[in-house]
Structures are given as structure tokens and as C-alpha cells.
């Protein structure tokens, strides 16, 4: 885990990459635009954003003057907390935090940082991991908040299926392909998941998945020396044809030349 504070040129962040831990960034003062899994997200004073594992992501441009990077594993969060990142309902957690917040939010990071910045001392892990911990509970509360604000015509069932569907997603994208699937995990019938699903979201079942799928695809075209044919593999897609189908519906163009366009730009 690590906490520099983002007052110095940033390192490998410029450059296209993916890990397999959370990244936290927040901007006290300035401005900071990045690209997270090919979607481009701007933030200024008082904003937060948070990354999680396997996106791909990189910043475009820096004009930071105060500001911190968190970067941390998931073992470093409770099983509590890790269920309620994994259901939140967007892939990308992205807020402006009030001036009251902000200043709690601060001083929190500061403290963390002093306590990074001091190695000699007495169960500085334990302190570091508590600490983290502390501030990610502030963050997906707050987050948490303004999600239930944007859903408050939904009925808190309807809120609560969306998101264990989300959960289940995120884990069991490879293994997990139709909506009575999922509905045999949750306990309820395909079409009320469906309904319920696209009710909350705007989007049917299938949808979603796809989009996960592909999703993945994107980023391993960008980041690794996997053929098409082996990622279909690892995707689960016994026929490469047809994963080749899919991505070129789902995304508008085919994974080669999806591959060859990225790799120009990057």
C-alpha cells in the first residue's frame, strides 16, 4: 500500500496500465484529467475518484497543486467493505465532495501520509491499514448517498437486487452468461430479476453482461500479447467467431482492428 502525494511529476500513472489493487485519487487544488477503461474523467478541487481492480487507466493531463494517491489491496478491507464497493451500481466512483467533507477528507489523507512517511515507527502497517479503512467507509458513504438520492424513486428491494446483480458481475462475468443464471444465484425467477434490473438501471440483464465481457476483452486487447483467439479462451467463448461478433456488435468495430486503433493512439 502506498500513499504518495501527487505535489511531484506522476510516475507510471501517464502511461496505459492496470493493477490489481484500488487507486484512490484526491484533488485538494488544481486539475487532474485521466482515462479509465477508455472513458475520459475530469477532476478539479475537491474532487475524489476511485479506481477498482483490472481497470485500465492513465492521466492525460496533471496540473495538480495539492493532492493525494492512495493505492491499496483489497485484503486491506474488510469482507463488509469490499461487498459494499463491489455493489455499487457504476464502474467508475467519481464525486465532488462538499466543503465539509472535503476538509474531514483532507486531514484524514494528511494524517495517513504522515504515518506512510515515518517507516521507523511501532505498528505503523496495522495504523496504515485501519486508517485506510477509516477513510474508505467516509468515501463509500458518501458516495452511497448520492447513489440513493439518484435511485430514490426505486423501492429499496428493487435497489438491493440491483446490486447483489452488480456484486455477482463483477466476480462471475466469465462463468455466469445468462439471466437464469444469476437469478438461480439470487433466489429469484429470471424475469423479476430481468424487470427489476432494467428498471433500476435502464438496462436489461444481457446487457449488462456484455458489457462486462467486453469490457474485459477492451482491456486485455490494450494490455497484454493475448491473440484473439486466446482471450476468447480466457473469456470463457469456446467459439472464437462469435466472440469476434459480439465484441464487434457490442463496441462498433472488430478486436483487431479495435486493438490496432488503441495501440495508435496509446
Known amino acids: 500500500m502506498g500513499v504518495p502525494k501527487l505535489n511531484h511529476p506522476v510516475y507510471e500513472m501517464s502511461q496505459p496500465h492496470r493493477h490489481d489493487f484500488y487507486q484512490c485519487v484526491l484533488v485538494e487544488k488544481g486539475e487532474i484529467v485521466m482515462e479509465v477503461d477508455f472513458e475520459k474523467i475530469r477532476l478539479i478541487d475537491r474532487h475524489v475518484f476511485l479506481s477498482y481492480p483490472g481497470q485500465i487507466h492513465h492521466i492525460v493531463l496533471s496540473h495538480i497543486q495539492r493532492g493525494w494517491f492512495l493505492a491499496f489491496d483489497s485484503?486491506?478491507?474488510?469482507?463488509?467493505?469490499?461487498?459494499?464497493?463491489?455493489?455499487?451500481?457504476?464502474?467508475?466512483?467519481?464525486?465532488?465532495?462538499?466543503?465539509?467533507?472535503?476538509?474531514?477528507?483532507?486531514?484524514?489523507?494528511?494524517?495517513?501520509y504522515q504515518i506512510y512517511a515515518n517507516p521507523g515507527q511501532l505498528y505503523q502497517q496495522q495504523a496504515l491499514q485501519a486508517m485506510t479503512s477509516a477513510?474508505?467507509?467516509?468515501?463509500?458513504?458518501?458516495?452511497?448517498?448520492?447513489?440513493?438520492?439518484?435511485?430514490?424513486?426505486?423501492?429499496?428491494?428493487?435497489?438491493?437486487?440491483?446490486?447483489?446483480?452488480?456484486?455477482?458481475?463483477?466476480?462471475?462475468?466469465?462463468?455466469?452468461?445468462?439471466?437464469?443464471?444469476?437469478?438461480?444465484?439470487?433466489?429469484?425467477?429470471?424475469?423479476?430479476?430481468?424487470?427489476?434490473?432494467?428498471?433500476?438501471?435502464?438496462?436489461?440483464?444481457?446487457?449488462?453482461?456484455q458489457q462486462e465481457l467486453i469490457r474485459e476483452a477492451q482491456r486485455l486487447l490494450c494490455s497484454s500479447d493475448q491473440t484473439i483467439m486466446e482471450i476468447a479462451g480466457a473469456l470463457g467463448f469456446d467459439d472464437t467467431k462469435y466472440f469476434t461478433r459480439l465484441f464487434s456488435k457490442v463496441s462498433g468495430v472488430a478486436p483487431g482492428k479495435y486493438r490496432k486503433d488503441k495501440s495508435q493512439v496509446l
Do not use: C
Not at 445468462?178 to 430481468?194: E, G, R
Open 75 to 112: 485484503a486491506t478491507l474488510d469482507n463488509n467493505l469490499r461487498s459494499i464497493l463491489d455493489q455499487f451500481l457504476t464502474e467508475i466512483m467519481l464525486m465532488q465532495l462538499s466543503q465539509q467533507l472535503s476538509a474531514s477528507f483532507y486531514s484524514l489523507m494528511d494524517h495517513l
Open 135 to 209: 477513510f474508505i467507509y467516509q468515501l463509500a458513504s458518501a458516495y452511497l448517498q448520492e447513489e440513493r438520492s439518484a435511485l430514490s424513486r426505486h423501492s429499496v428491494r428493487n435497489i438491493e437486487i440491483s446490486k447483489t446483480f452488480r456484486a455477482l458481475l463483477r466476480h462471475h462475468y466469465k462463468s455466469l452468461r445468462t439471466t437464469s443464471q444469476f437469478a438461480a444465484k439470487m433466489n429469484i425467477t429470471a424475469s423479476h430479476l430481468n424487470d427489476t434490473v432494467k428498471s433500476v438501471t435502464g438496462f436489461p440483464v444481457t446487457y449488462h453482461i
